[in-house]
């Protein structure tokens, strides 16, 4: 059983164009995350959501905003995409926050040409 | 600005040979740190994590760190290292109160020669 998954794994896509990612979590964790992991495999957060609520916005271009529809699924939507948004994206849960380990998906690779 | 630190890009060593991948941290107060490894094409998965207690922390896959907290340090050590063991290490840190936040370092590849 996967316990992060994400979908797509590989996305490309021409600049401007407006893309998802969806992620869904079977741990029954109540907090989800977005990273996004650069070329240089820095990893950096961009959003975080505990039980469907907002908690953590960097400072991330809005165009992109998440959605939690649910306390198991967190989406990625991307407006207008530029050739800077090419990266790996990474969801990630855990159970609470600070102390306990965080689950992360396999990753979406988004090509922007 | 609060911070951890893995000095080394990359980290070779002889298979069978111990292993070291250095991290150190800068934050107020006690942190909750972590070390994760990342294989190819694949996402992070836990090694092992300090919140309190036994300076000593033992992990997944033969992995232990020590929490070092005058040197401010939390190097993850391995006795032996196994050709496997080659991949990219993340050091990071969770703020204890707030909003728990994650800052990861800046990885450290380390490569097991057979």
């Known amino acids: 059983d996967t316990a992060v998954s994400q979908t797509p794994k590989y996305l490309v896509t021409q600049m401007g164009n407006d893309k998802s990612i969806k992620c869904e979590q079977n741990l029954g964790h109540d907090t989800m995350y977005w990273y996004k992991q650069d070329s240089k495999k820095f990893l950096k957060i961009m959003f975080s959501y505990n039980n469907k609520e907002l908690i953590i916005n960097e400072t991330v271009p809005n165009r992109f905003s998440p959605k939690s529809p649910d306390k198991a699924h967190l989406n990625l939507h991307i407006n207008s995409l530029e050739l800077g948004d090419s990266a790996v994206y990474f969801c990630?849960?855990?159970?609470?926050?600070?102390?306990?380990?965080?689950?992360f998906g396999p990753g979406t690779r988004l090509t922007v040409l | 600005a609060q911070s951890v630190a893995q000095p080394e890009d990359q980290v070779n060593v002889a298979e069978g040979n111990p292993l070291t991948v250095k991290c150190t941290y800068s934050?107020?107060?006690?942190?909750?740190l972590f070390w994760y490894v990342q294989y190819p094409n694949r996402g992070l998965q836990f090694l092992l994590k300090y919140i309190t207690g036994d300076n000593l922390v033992k992990g997944s896959y033969g992995f232990e760190a020590e929490f070092n907290k005058s040197q401010t340090s939390f190097h993850l050590k391995k006795p032996s290292a196994l050709v496997s063991d080659s991949a990219l290490y993340f050091c990071?840190?969770?703020?204890?109160?707030?909003?728990?936040?994650?800052?990861f370092g800046t990885g450290t590849r380390l490569k097991v020669l057979a």
């Open positions: 990630a849960s855990s159970q609470k926050r600070g102390y306990n380990e965080q689950f």
């Open positions: 990071a840190f969770s703020f204890t109160s707030g909003t728990y936040k994650y800052i």
């Open positions: 934050v107020s107060g006690n942190p909750y």
